[in-house]
């Protein structure tokens, strides 16, 4: 039975293989229109964050004046270490533990407050 193709199986399959293409062709129509929805709704949000930006970003600071970096001669003793019984306070001690107990909303807020 497989061993002879009518001109009939051929056209079948040519058939059927074109059914394929255009039913795969009309489901990537119908996917690129939800993309270029989904993608409307992006370009929306991404306005609205840029107006909300504008709108409440604080006025730019006064330049600062600049910092002048003084460096210690080769001769002078290092800073003291603290002895034990003089510990300096622990904000200090382990400054990234400080604010350990918060939420991701106030450690982004805090992130965002010293950038600006």
């Keep these: 039975m497989w061993d002879h193709l009518t001109r009939a199986d051929l056209e079948q399959v040519r058939n059927e293989l074109k059914r394929r293409r255009e039913a795969a062709l009309r489901r990537q129509a119908e996917e690129l229109r939800g993309l270029?929805?989904?993608?409307?709704?992006?370009?929306?949000?991404?306005?609205?964050?840029?107006?909300?930006?504008?709108?409440?970003?604080?006025a730019p600071a006064a330049a600062a004046e600049p910092v002048i970096?003084?460096?210690?001669?080769?001769k002078e003793t290092?800073?003291?270490?603290?002895?034990?019984?003089?510990?300096?306070p622990p904000e200090t001690?382990?400054?990234?533990?400080?604010?350990?107990?918060?939420?991701?909303?106030e450690t982004f807020a805090r992130a965002v407050s010293r950038t600006v």
């Design 78 to 88: 290092p800073p003291a270490t603290h002895h034990r019984d003089q510990r300096p």
């Design 69 to 74: 970096v003084v460096e210690r001669a080769a």
């Design 93 to 105: 001690r382990h400054p990234h533990r400080r604010h350990h107990g918060e939420s991701n909303f």
């Design 36 to 58: 270029s929805t989904e993608w409307d709704g992006v370009e929306t949000l991404y306005l609205l964050i840029d107006e909300f930006t504008r709108k409440f970003k604080p």
